[in-house]
């Protein structure tokens, strides 16, 4: 018999029964209803592993649900006992309310629900099989919350429009049932609302990463629209390549392409492969937003690189969420764990550009050793598939000494100096000049007030005497071009430095066009150069590599890309068995570690036939 209102304000509050930790979850059956009934369903505890047919509910907690409204769930216990569970936000109220079928009963998994959220060893139990929940589920449901603006039909239509001209052409081709012009104006008329969907929060929340990142189905809701989650990845894939129509959108794909198929393993013979690392996986997704910031650590632990015996990876790794520790104390276990277990792992480990440096000195608890996945940053210039190889064949020798502040010893050499440097590169300093009446170009001030060359030319030396100052200049922004051969699958030592050069070379030329500040031989090697496309530019990879890093030059004149966090006497060091340099900042009889490096002429194992032959010294590198 249904309850009277005042018997359901009467009613306690839900108390869940302790659920088994071995492999035992919690599902919700959610019984059907019309728009304006009340939410009610069960609970029941299940074997992951032998669970009936269920969804997933995938949504943001902080959304809006709708206002004015008591966010609660009727759940019936299997003793005829009965409560009200209190949602934590209209977010997950207003997604139960749309994915609710109106004629029968609708299994799920939705976490505020079957999960209590109050017990914080049950939150750090059930975390741990989140991924095989959404593996395993038949279908994944993604609330991107209420369409207060009504833009969710046009962007999901223009979406399939675009689908529909990409799908049966190749990538530079549109399809013959819809016209450029007819695509244009349905851009022109739809593309606010395009950004309004890609703005959507959920695709920044960070636990959707392997919510949606399996080879389960998913279907999008936004208000009472939808759309299949393939359909507007295999878009946003199509318009990589399709740079003016992105432009005209006015979106960017990447948060997208990061979430598509995220926790499947790659093809190992592309980029993709990076994604064998663990470490590797925690930087990348240090864009996502977490409420709680151990879930940084933890939501990737059903990652397959957790597991992964490949040679990128660091692997296995044996890490559980446990929510009694706070984030610091986190963030250093995985970290020492990690170096101990793997010492190779500490370039990626330590890859961070250590933009909170000053932050950290004024008393912070991380030390600067320890990877703080709560900041962001540009790309990583050691991943795993970098081929640069400025450790030679040394090998890691690294020790960690448990102390109030926990310490890094490790070997290696001191190579240089910091002398000059730049202010933080953005994108907009690789192409044309901002205004007609400016003097210089960006490249063209570092070239001649960092560098201290004048016009651009292919004479001058560098510092190791065997190339030119341009070409060690021009390596030195685009992280040595390796980006190119990382995306094109071309083995990078197999393509030759004048490839390089008359790549650097075109996009000087292009860039600066008649200028007394380029020689005759750069001009030559530019016009040498072969028609590229948009992934092939130089600017494409100087502007993915530079972007937030400066450019310095050390005393005895070494080029370095380098963290922002860089400063005039900062020591540029080869750790042993790590793939590019590091420049560390000395503080009394210790270092802070700064950040990775590329330093031309250190790249490929010199600082090791330097130590071979005694010009360098081998020294322990104590690091706080």
Known sequence: MAETAQELVDLPEYRYEPVESNGVIRLLTLYPGKNTDRLEGTLEAVKIDSAPHYEAISYVWADAGPPDTAYKILLHGDDASKGMLTLRGGSIFAALHRVRLRNRPRRIWADQCCINQNDAVERGQQVQYMNKIYQNAMHVLVWLGLDFGGEAASAFDLVDDLDEAFWERPVNGMAPGISAVELEKHIEENHHSVQSLTNRTWFKRGWIVQEIGTSTPATLFWGSTSIEWNQLARVCERLKRHHECRSALGISTSDISFLFRRFIEPDEKTHHANRFNFVY????????????????????????????????????????????????????????????????????????????????????????????????????????????????????????????????????????????????????????????????????????????????????????????????????????????????????????????????????????????????????????????????????????????????????????????????????????????????????????????????????????????????????????
């Not at 932050?359 to 970098?386: F, K, M, N």
């Open 281 to 624: 996986e925690l930087q990348r997704a240090r864009h996502l937003n977490f409420s709680d910031d151990r879930d940084r650590v933890f939501a990737f632990l059903g990652h397959f690189s957790v597991a992964s015996l490949h040679p990128l990876s660091c692997g296995p790794v044996s890490i559980t969420a446990d929510y009694t520790k706070n984030v610091e104390e986190t963030y250093i276990d995985v970290a020492k764990q990690i170096l101990l277990q793997c010492p190779a792992t500490a370039c990626i480990s330590n890859a961070n550009d250590n933009t909170s440096l000053k932050y950290r000195q004024r008393g912070h608890s991380l030390p600067s050793w320890v990877p703080d996945w709560r900041t962001s940053g540009g790309i990583i210039l050691a991943e795993p598939i970098c081929p640069h190889r400025a450790h030679g064949d040394s090998v890691q020798k690294l020790e960690i000494i448990d102390q109030e502040h926990p310490l890094l010893r490790i070997r290696g050499v001191a190579i240089d100096s910091i002398e000059l440097h730049s202010e933080p590169l953005h994108p907009k300093d690789f192409y044309i000049r901002e205004t007609s009446n400016q003097s210089y170009t960006k490249i063209e001030q570092l070239w001649h007030e960092v560098c201290g060359m004048g016009a651009s030319n292919l004479n001058d030396r560098y510092v190791d005497g065997g190339q030119t100052a341009f070409f060690a200049f021009m390596q030195t922004l685009s992280n040595g071009c390796v980006q190119s051969a990382g995306h094109e699958g071309i083995a990078y030592h197999d393509i030759p430095h004048r490839v390089w050069l008359q790549k650097a070379a075109r996009y000087i030329v292009e860039t600066l066009g008649p200028s007394d500040n380029l020689s005759e031989e750069v001009m030559m090697a530019g016009e040498g150069a072969e028609h590229e496309s948009g992934h092939e530019k130089w600017s494409r990879w100087a502007t993915s590599a530079a972007e937030g890093r400066i450019f310095a030059k050390t005393r005895a004149g070494y080029f370095v890309l380098g963290p922002a966090a860089m400063e005039p006497g900062d020591v540029v060091c080869v750790l042993f068995g790590c793939k590019v340099p590091f420049c560390l900042r000395p503080t009394g009889k210790y270092y802070l570690l700064v950040g990775e490096c590329y330093v031309h002429g250190l790249m490929n194992g010199e600082a090791i036939e330097m130590l071979s032959q005694r010009k360098l010294q081998e020294k322990t590198f104590g690091i706080v």
